[in-house]
């Protein structure tokens, strides 16, 4: 087995069917699909599931849980994945037809140990609620397409370039080796997802193919304003236990490129995070940033020194009326620009 698509899957019922279909359009040996029923209470979206499965069992195995969140979900599938290679795909997205069979291609390409990468990077799209493959994200600054690249051998990464889960397959053993895991009911954990295995990951392959189309633009998402203000804590939480998952001295000791993502990477959760203070301007969201700085000090006092005097930290230590202001009005022009 090549491939492992992994779909968490929790009151999708509206979306759930265009998601799968767009995984099984190419009809690919090699690829299994994986659904996680995360005790879906929608009384449809567990049904859905089932059927596929039925009409589909040589490809489609579904997994019904009790509802612990969708990184157990995404646990499970990276638990019961075949394939060499797994990507998380969130079922109310789609995956592009004709960039999957592109990757299908490349992963058969690079099936032997001796040629197989840790990561694949593919493009990906926003998908609007009402139109589909408005603002596209690419890595061709970065990587080599179709070739595997170390981070010695890949490009230095704009500050603007970051990583989203909709753009990374790891191989599953990668995974696997270090018993990886992530928390239980609780949004925004992709973050950890993205930047804790990097250490670990050697060989990078890349398919400039916008294989994911990610849709916003729903009331519910995650990422709407009112969500993000109500799960303010758990963004928090999440960003800073990425934060505290390697020391300093871990991450000088990765190769030039990669410390110089994982630092941009951690600067820029922490300048969304405290945006997210801003925004909400209480007294909550003050402890919430006291604490998450406090937890960062506590862990590693160099990693907060060096975090601390890193260009964002312009915007992140200045709290004041008029820098709220000023990064709250960027912030709602940037997210204006994708239709977020």
């Known amino acids: 087995m090549t491939f492992s698509v992994i779909i968490p899957v929790y009151n999708v019922k509206d979306y759930l069917e265009k998601c799968i279909d767009s995984v099984l359009a190419q009809k690919l040996d090699g690829t299994e699909i994986i659904l996680v029923d995360d005790g879906s209470t929608d009384g449809e ?98 990587f080599h397409a179709g070739k595997v690249d170390t981070w010695e051998t890949c490009r230095a990464f704009p500050f603007w370039k970051m990583f989203m889960i909709h753009a990374m397959c790891y191989r599953t053993e990668l995974l696997r080796e270090h018993e990886y895991s992530l928390p239980k009911h609780t949004f925004y954990e992709d973050n950890l997802y993205i930047y804790q295995p990097l250490p670990w990951v050697k060989k990078v392959l890349y398919l400039p193919h916008p294989l994911y189309g990610y849709t916003v633009g729903q009331a519910n998402q995650s990422i709407s304003d009112r969500n993000l203000i109500a799960h303010m804590d758990q963004n928090t939480n999440m960003v800073t236990r990425m934060i505290c998952t390697w020391t300093w001295k871990e991450i000088s000791a990765q190769p030039r490129h990669l410390k110089g993502y994982m630092v941009s990477f951690l600067a820029g959760q922490l300048l969304n995070v405290t945006v997210l203070h801003m925004m909400a301007d209480n007294e909550d969201s003050r402890r919430l940033n006291r604490a998450m700085w406090q937890e960062i000090l506590d862990f590693d006092p160099e990693l907060y020194r060096h975090l601390r005097r890193h260009p964002s930290a312009f915007v992140i230590c200045r709290t004041g009326p008029l820098m709220r202001r000023l990064v709250y009005r960027i912030s709602r022009a940037a997210q204006k620009t994708i239709g977020t």
């Open 45 to 142: 979206s567990g049904q859905i599931c089932d059927r596929y499965a039925q009409n589909h069992p040589e490809q489609i195995q579904v997994i019904h849980q009790e509802n612990g969140g969708h990184g157990e979900g995404l646990n499970q599938g990276i638990r019961e994945a075949q394939g060499l290679y797994l990507k998380s795909v969130d079922a109310d997205d789609r995956i592009d037809t004709a960039s999957l069979l592109e990757l299908m291609e490349l992963l058969r390409a690079h099936a032997a140990p001796d040629t197989w990468a840790d990561l694949v990077i593919n493009n990906y799209v926003y998908d609007h609620l009402d139109r589909e493959s408005f603002f596209s994200v690419r890595y061709n600054r970065v």
